[in-house]
């Protein structure tokens, strides 16, 4: 049996969402160095704020000022702090009721061991030297010994107030594509594009998958196809992608190669973007050194005929 492949991936984009007003006056608190909770219909203070009553699901926009100080409810020890922590160095992961707050706030503890935390030991926010208004404001939760702190009388309301947030969102991980996709790129380094047949329904899937998504059996007869095959449907692109050299505008397709029963994607060159259309025949370029093709060109034959495509859109 040939290796089955495995290689390190990582994941990451920058996510834009917008804030409400409780939201937006909880992160432009936390910028102006204030904690604000909000308070619901039976009298409870949740921090971090909410839009809704938890028990009965209606608005809420009371907010109310808590102090800096609180309560460790429950903790956990990390040892191996990750890219983008909190801290660099080991830390507690602790649920802090904040003085004056009826729920607890997840976040970071600074401490020299795990045997110096303990639930119910006193805390005090340690403010970022930046502050952005984000939740990254509270740099971390340090021990305080001092006296209780009472809350301020912060109303929430703010000049230049916090309405959105970009949260950088990243995911590592290590993919095995299994075995019939590592036979797949396999392949493709010997410019051979390789599917497999259900053995029931006699579909051939490009790329295979182990197994028909259709009957929900286990595929293992290979079957080459293409190389050339009929465009199905395309767009064309007019956003530059991130990290990708290509110049837009460019053309990206559904292709149905010559014996699949499956469209795979590809970028369409070699012809004049509002030329491209459904049904055109187009084969692959390969470049030098490359383990799959860099695109599709057309191959001057007439086009295929929709009744020859049509299931496969």
């Not at 699901?57 to 102090?67: F, G, H, K, N, P």
């Not at 939740?135 to 702190?149: K, V």
């Not at 390969?286 to 093709?293: I, K, L, Q, S, V």
Request: with cysteine; aromatic share 8%; proline share 10%.
């Amino acid at each position: 049996m040939p290796e089955v492949l495995k290689a390190p991936l990582v994941v990451e984009f920058p996510f834009t969402r917008s804030l409400g007003p409780v939201q937006s006056a909880f992160l432009t608190g936390l910028r102006e160095r204030v904690v604000l909770g909000v308070r619901t219909g039976d009298g409870r203070v949740l921090v971090p704020p909410v839009e809704y009553d938890p028990v009965t699901a209606e608005e809420i926009r009371d907010l109310t000022e808590v102090a800096p100080t609180g309560t460790v409810t429950t903790w956990a020890w990390n040892h191996s702090p990750r890219r983008g922590q909190p801290l660099d160095t080991p830390f507690a992961w602790v649920l802090v009721r904040l003085d004056g707050a009826d729920t607890a706030l997840l976040h970071a503890l600074d401490a020299p061991g795990p045997d110096t935390v303990h639930t119910g030991m006193r805390v005090r926010v340690r403010w970022a030297a930046e502050r952005t208004g984000a939740i990254t404001d509270i740099a971390c939760f340090e021990p305080y010994d001092g006296d209780p702190t009472s809350p301020g009388d912060h109303t929430g309301e703010f000049e230049e107030p916090v309405t959105g947030i970009v949260a950088p969102a990243r995911l590592d991980y290590t993919y095995s594509p299994g075995r019939a996709q590592s036979d797949y790129i396999a392949a493709l380094s010997g410019r051979r594009t390789v599917g497999e047949r259900c053995p029931s329904c006699r579909k051939v899937y490009v790329p295979p998958r182990g197994a028909c998504p259709t009957c929900g059996v286990a595929t293992s007869e290979q079957v080459e196809v293409g190389p050339r095959g009929t465009v199905t449907t395309f767009c064309i692109v007019n956003i530059k992608a991130r990290n990708l050299d290509i110049e837009v505008p460019y053309v990206y397709g559904h292709i149905a190669l010559d014996g699949a029963d499956l469209a795979l994607h590809g970028r369409i060159a070699g012809i004049p973007n509002d030329e491209v259309r459904m049904g055109l025949r187009v084969e692959p370029v390969w470049t030098e050194g490359a383990r799959y093709p860099d695109h599709y060109r057309p191959t001057g034959e007439p086009d295929a005929d929709y009744d020859t495509y049509k299931e496969l859109l």
